[in-house]
Every structure is written in structure tokens, then in C-alpha cells.
């Protein structure tokens, strides 16, 4: 497993934008990905974006298709998530993890977690 920590989230107003950020204590291979999660109170647990990390190619949930921008700094092993336009139903705790296969939009097919950031929308 790796150690990942995610940092950036906070209280925005509807309409504006945060940058997620999540540091992993070790390297991340080009055969992974990495994915961001999100979890709502009474709500299940989302899938919201994925970047492969060999190739950078994003993938995304249609609820932030459009707002939301996954990228990453392989230098770094960090993963980053720009949300622009955001929306009050876009609160939550946003958690990053590793998927090994490097494609994956099940939550259970990931082996390491962040402890989340909250991201907060009001309206």
C-alpha cells in the first residue's frame, strides 16, 4: 500500500472553484491509477474522476463532466483535482486512492485511500 494524503478542500460559494491536491509517500507506477471518491452524508460513496497514470488519460463521472479536471505530477506522485463551477450537491468528503489495475470506477477495486478532504458548497 502507499500513503496518501489529500489536501485543499474548504467552504466555497456555488459557482466557485477549489483545487484538490493528494501526495503519495511513494512512487506511483505508470501500470496504476488514481482516482477520486467522494462521499455525501447519506449518500453512497461516487466515483468522480480517474487518471491513468502512465498515459494521463481522465476519466469522469457525467455528474462533474465538464467542471472537474483530474491531473497529476509524476515528479511529484501527485494527483490533483480542479473543480470549477461548483454546486451545493458537490459537498462532500473527497477521498483519493490507488487502483493497481489502473482502471477502475469501483471503489472496492482500490487498495489504498487518503483520509479524505471536506469540500463544502454553499449555496
Known amino acids: 500500500q502507499v500513503h496518501l494524503v489529500e489536501s485543499g478542500g474548504g467552504l466555497v460559494q456555488a459557482g466557485g472553484s477549489l483545487r484538490l491536491s493528494c501526495a503519495a509517500s511513494a512512487r506511483i507506477f505508470s501500470s496504476h491509477g488514481m482516482g477520486w471518491f467522494r462521499h455525501a452524508p447519506g449518500k453512497e460513496r461516487e466515483f468522480v474522476a480517474l487518471i491513468r497514470w502512465g498515459t494521463g488519460n481522465a476519466y469522469y463521472a457525467d455528474s462533474v463532466k465538464g467542471r472537474f479536471t483530474i491531473s497529476r505530477s509524476t515528479a511529484e506522485n501527485t494527483v490533483y483535482l480542479q473543480m470549477n463551477s461548483l454546486k451545493p450537491e458537490d459537498t462532500a468528503v473527497y477521498y483519493c486512492?490507488?487502483?493497481?489495475?489502473?482502471?477502475?470506477?469501483?471503489?472496492?477495486?482500490?487498495?489504498?485511500w487518503g483520509q479524505g478532504t471536506q469540500v463544502i458548497v454553499s449555496s
Open positions: 486512492a490507488r487502483v493497481r489495475s489502473g482502471y477502475s470506477k469501483t471503489a472496492t477495486e482500490y487498495d489504498s
